[in-house]
């Protein structure tokens, strides 16, 4: 078909993704007549240029799609219905600038609680005009521990948090064991360079309670237990010490607290591993022979093992692994956690405000302090890059705290959320194709400039305009607009990563794209040496001590909510039209009655979610798992699995226990999807305003 003379071509604007996943990919973005027609991979990162996630491809479907925020919208009904009217925008800042105001002239600046994560991981978005606003006001300050708080504690411990191994080097690697991540889902890039290394004879591992798509082509899966990563970790580390695998020459000289170490993992025979983790010893001791003998070995350490009460000591236990037989030294060789301090990044060095002693609350207990006692109370509570009510734990109780007619909340987003619904005034927050920001990836090593290729949608604005106009308003700073606030951040950042994201490149830490541990980089810690048993987290107890299972008779399964391919935790949420499905095994289903596609009931005595059901040996017996960032339009009563979540902490950080939560599931008696006796969740319209 010859093409359209009237088309015109797109102009192609590169820029990068601020998301919260550890690639940060380059981008290639298509404009026609003012609008985005495309988003691909682009050129500037040589690790992501290859290609992009489907998430970030379909960008348009939550650009322009129904639920996005077009303008202000202030509260015209309860709590929970969804009634609004469109206001200006200097009515809805008179409004939350007098809310906030009299709430810290009469209870004081900490009776002003802001909600933020991981929307944005921009510099400009998350760690500029907002930091300086609620440090003026004297503001309560946020714990931000929902997710990366256990890693974060056990690699800075450990490791200083040590630059770890590139993506592009797991190619060279003859041993991989990709330990609580699913990179076929979240930080897709490495999979090109496993397959890489498989494909020279690489040997795979994959410790992990589903069968991802990596475990299926896995020469060894070990679907574990949630929770028991740590007697994993330490059993192994007991077979190496006993089969004489440790390299002791090399612990000396770089490594402390190796005797103590040692002593925490007498207990743990491979008998007493199999019991706990449920996985066989035979499997565990052939993985202490391929770790012990295959070089060059790494170990993708993720997210998943840390959304637990053993969170950061099964961690620390993972990553003592390479540190026992010096793994290190060889492109391939030692292990990846978070990159992000490698870059040597200090956000105070563009904050213009020092950091407070206020109160610090824990975002994971959001629901205790909106509907408990807390001196001050929580009078205004300000949303913005989160979907507080999907994304943290206790979901219930928190949607009673949002309730609260004496409490003013304020969400800023870019799309309708959950939250919204509860939300006194609504204001429209712009995506990183409409604003500048600086986005620093954790997996791939690069810096790189986010710019804006399209003008605002609607009436949207960028979070680093409507923090500073709201600290004039209240008087404890002045209005920035993007460019000078890109200017700022980027002068504090160091001179060469300056140079890089002003140059619009990719810019790599100091010591490159692609280090060597204990070559290229040492350990960060104030004796550039490995702590096998770090002191400075020992005075709680003994380290390396496992908590048992909160598993009961009453509720004998384990919950976990991994990431999945459709959302980047919560967002894009709103783009699934479909209801989910729960996975189960199918010893599991068989002995509760439960079929293939049935309606079923996830409880416990937190919550109760309603969704279907889908029987599959590609999960653990005694494990069932839903979707991480559902929202509510996504299951049939309205609740996600983190209303079944507890809001307990892991112990030395603070952390979410997601994968705490135990549960029982029962198949809803004569229901089917869609009958008329089960209670099906009706999400608010996207564009009931009037």
């Excluded at 060279?172 to 897709?188: D, H, Q």
Aim: hydrophobic content about 40%; proline content about 7%; some cysteine.
């Amino acid at each position: 078909m010859p093409a359209n003379p009237r088309r015109r071509s797109a102009t192609m604007v590169e820029t990068a993704c601020p998301l919260d996943c550890p690639d940060g990919c380059s981008l290639t973005v298509g404009v026609e007549e003012g609008r985005v027609v495309t988003v691909d991979a682009g050129p500037a990162s040589p690790t992501t240029g290859m290609f992009i996630c489907g998430k970030v491809r379909r960008f348009t479907d939550h650009l322009y799609g129904d639920h996005r925020l077009l303008h202000p919208e202030i509260r015209d009904g309860a709590k929970g219905l969804g009634k609004y009217r469109r206001a200006t925008w200097e009515e809805a800042m008179s409004l939350i600038a007098a809310r906030m105001e009299s709430a810290r002239d009469e209870f004081g600046g900490e009776s002003i609680l802001p909600y933020s994560y991981g929307g944005s991981n921009g510099f400009l978005t998350h760690l500029s005009t907002d930091a300086d606003l609620w440090r003026a006001l004297g503001t309560s300050r946020l714990a931000r521990t929902v997710c990366a708080a256990p890693t974060g504690v056990a690699a800075q411990a450990m490791y200083g948090k040590m630059a770890g191994v590139a993506y592009e080097d797991y190619a060279s690697a003859r041993l991989i064991v990709v330990w609580g991540a699913n990179p076929s889902a979240s930080g897709i890039h490495l999979v090109p360079f496993i397959k890489q290394a498989r494909e020279a004879g690489a040997t795979l591992v994959v410790i992990d309670p589903r069968a991802t798509p990596l475990a299926r082509q896995a020469d060894l899966h070990l679907p574990i237990r949630p929770g028991t990563d740590l007697v994993l970790a330490l059993g192994m580390a007991r077979e190496l010490f006993a089969r004489g695998a440790v390299d002791r020459a090399f612990l000396a000289t770089h490594a402390s607290g190796v005797e103590a170490f040692e002593a925490r993992t007498a207990p743990w025979t491979l008998d007493r591993v199999a019991a706990i983790t449920g996985i066989p010893a035979a499997a565990v001791s052939r993985l202490v022979d391929l770790y012990a003998t295959i070089r060059p070995s790494v170990v993708r350490c993720g997210w998943g093992l840390e959304r637990n009460r053993n969170g950061t000591e099964a961690v620390m236990a993972v990553l003592a692994l390479p540190a026992l037989i010096n793994a290190f030294g060889v492109p391939g060789g030692g292990y990846t956690m978070s990159n992000s301090g490698a870059f040597g990044i200090d956000a105070e060095r563009w904050r213009q405000v020092p950091e407070t002693s206020t109160r610090v609350i824990n975002m994971n207990r959001l629901g205790e302090v909106l509907t408990g006692t807390p001196v001050p109370p929580v009078k205004v509570l300000f949303v913005y890059n989160s979907n507080a009510l999907v994304t943290s734990p206790d979901q219930n109780l928190i949607q009673k705290g949002l309730e609260r007619e004496d409490l003013f909340t304020v969400v800023f987003d870019q799309v309708r959320t959950d939250t919204s619904r509860y939300a006194d005034v609504i204001l429209p927050a712009t995506t990183f194709l409409e604003h500048y920001d600086i986005a620093r990836a954790y997996g791939n090593y690069a810096v790189q400039l986010v710019k804006p290729v399209i003008e605002p949608v609607g009436e949207s604005r960028p979070n680093v305009v409507v923090f500073s106009e709201l600290a004039a308003r209240l008087g404890v700073g002045s209005e920035e607009d993007e460019t000078d606030v890109l200017l700022r951040v980027t002068s504090g950042l160091p001179e060469a990563i300056a140079t890089g994201v002003m140059e619009q490149r990719a810019t790599p830490p100091a010591e490159g794209a692609r280090p060597v541990q204990m070559v290229d980089v040492l350990p960060r810690t104030p004796d550039q040496k490995i702590h096998l048993y770090p002191e400075s987290l020992a005075g709680g107890g003994p380290l390396y001590s496992y908590e048992a299972d909160p598993a009961s008779p009453i509720y004998p399964l384990a919950l976990i909510s991994p990431a999945s391919e459709k959302t980047i935790s919560s967002t894009f949420g709103q783009l699934r039209r479909n209801i989910a499905r729960l996975q189960m095994h199918p010893a599991d289903a068989e002995s509760r009655g439960i079929e293939e596609g049935d309606t079923v009931r996830v409880f416990n005595a937190l919550g109760d979610v309603h969704c279907l059901a889908h029987i599959t040996v590609n999960i653990a017996r005694g494990v069932v798992s839903l979707p991480k960032g559902l929202w509510r339009q996504s299951t049939l009563n309205g609740e996600t699995s983190n209303s079944l979540s507890p809001a307990t902490l892991e112990r030395h950080s603070g952390g979410a226990c997601f994968n705490d939560a135990r549960v029982e599931v029962a198949r809803i008696v004569g229901a089917a999807f869609g009958a008329a006796d089960v209670s099906v969740f009706v999400p608010q319209r996207p564009n009931d305003v009037h």
